[in-house]
């Protein structure tokens, strides 16, 4: 992952690369284990990994759990509503957050989020 991260052209300079750290922060979980399906479709696609490279990256940041959810992982479930509060489109709003629409029906179902 790594090497993908090193050869894609970041044509938003470092306001691109500032974002996607952003976003992982704000969407992995402490401890987890950051791999593609994470990462936008346009850096994905933008080249094939190495054979011999690990495709995932394991995030190293430290957050204080309260009750089973760390301030992260509230964080996104609020990220998630608010989307789904603007879109009626499940896809739109996966668009938004920058994650696939299988990713965002996964992660309603993990937190629980009934929209209409």
């Not at 987890?32 to 995030?59: C, H, M, R, W």
């Not at 990220?79 to 996966?94: C, D, F, G, V």
């Amino acid at each position: 992952m790594i090497a993908l991260l090193k050869r894609y052209r970041w044509p938003g300079n470092l306001r691109e690369l500032s974002n996607l750290i952003e976003y992982l922060v704000n969407v992995v979980p402490s401890g987890e284990v950051i791999d593609l399906s994470f990462l936008p479709p346009n850096l994905v696609n933008s080249g094939k990994l190495p054979e011999q490279e690990p495709a995932s990256v394991t995030v190293l940041y430290n957050t204080k759990e309260e009750e089973g959810v760390t301030p992260l992982e509230e964080m996104e479930k609020q990220m998630i509503r608010e989307a789904l509060s603007r879109y009626s489109n499940k896809k739109q709003a996966a668009d938004e957050l920058g994650i696939g629409i299988a990713t965002l029906y996964r992660k309603i179902k993990k937190y629980e989020l009934m929209s209409a």
